[in-house]
């Protein structure tokens, strides 16, 4: 056969083809991430090893029906997106009232051990060796705090952050928490508030003995927090989230889920998390 005559029958059956499903045919959802080590890590030699990373990969895996976006974007640029109405999930973040305004949360997603405030140890006497009083705290003139800002730490925290956002011993910045953890170790500032694995994340970052960093409770506080998978507060969202409660609910009793929430904890918080974890599953009904 000549190779003309193959050429155009091949062209003829190429044109016949069925076409094949537009992207667009499928719905999208937009994952807003954001490099939050050890919990999202989404850059260097651990990328993609945090808690909400595994739990983000079980979502895009398991969620059918949906084209995934992931997106890496600052806390500053995903709340934008919210204000201007866009559509948009965020595979884990922390509840509080201002967010339930903006947010459709899911049922409880994943476990952390609670936040504590964190200094050199070599400053320790100047915290006592008690619970933390945050309100006390704040208005020392002696210590200056590093606060993040945007972030959410406890429902117990939040609010004394926001009495005293104004004060000159606390400095409330938006960048990476590296760049925070840095100003504790060159005592540009005193204080931290961190969760525990992450401050071990963060040491070892920087070649730092863990001994180097000490951590006394917040009044408060309670011992663990939950994370949620959140979306645009519509109905698009509640139709998403009704999908993510559904997966939820199949993948949280089982034990390699439990264990994105055991994630870059050392042994002994492991098996705090363990602990806890039964009462997560019960507040997930």
Request: glycine share 4%; hydrophobic share 40%; proline share 6%.
């Amino acid at each position: 056969m000549p190779v003309a005559t193959l050429v155009r029958r091949l062209l003829v059956l190429i044109v016949c083809l069925p076409a094949p499903v537009l992207a667009a045919d499928t719905p999208v959802i937009t994952w807003a991430v954001t490099h939050f080590p050890p919990f999202q890590i989404r850059s260097g030699e651990h990328q993609g090893t945090g808690s909400f990373d595994g739990l983000l990969q079980t979502m895009t895996a398991k969620l059918t029906g949906f084209e995934h976006d992931v997106a890496l974007m600052s806390v500053t640029r995903r709340d934008e997106e919210l204000r201007e109405g866009k559509n948009i999930c965020t595979p884990s973040i922390f509840k509080n009232p201002a967010r339930e305004k903006v947010w459709e949360f899911s049922k409880p997603a994943l476990l952390h051990l609670d936040n504590r405030l964190v200094f050199l140890s070599e400053n320790a006497r100047q915290f006592g060796a008690g619970e933390i009083d945050l309100d006390a705290l704040f208005q020392r003139t002696d210590l200056t705090g590093g606060i993040l800002a945007g972030r959410s730490y406890a429902l117990a925290v939040d609010p004394v952050i926001a009495k005293y956002k104004d004060s000159p011993n606390l400095v409330i910045r938006s960048m990476p928490i590296e760049q925070f953890f840095e100003m504790l170790v060159n005592k540009n500032v005193d204080y931290l508030i961190l969760f525990g694995h992450e401050t071990q994340f963060l040491a070892d970052k920087f070649k730092q003995p863990e001994s180097a960093f000490a951590n006394r409770h917040i009044s408060g506080v309670q011992p663990y927090i939950y994370t949620h998978v959140a979306c645009t507060r519509n109905a698009w969202g509640k139709a998403v989230i009704k999908q993510v409660d559904a997966l939820l609910e199949r993948e949280l009793p089982t034990p390699a889920y439990r264990k994105f929430s055991e994630r870059w904890y050392n042994a002994d918080d492991q098996a705090r998390v363990r602990r806890f974890y039964p009462q997560m599953l019960k507040d997930a009904r």
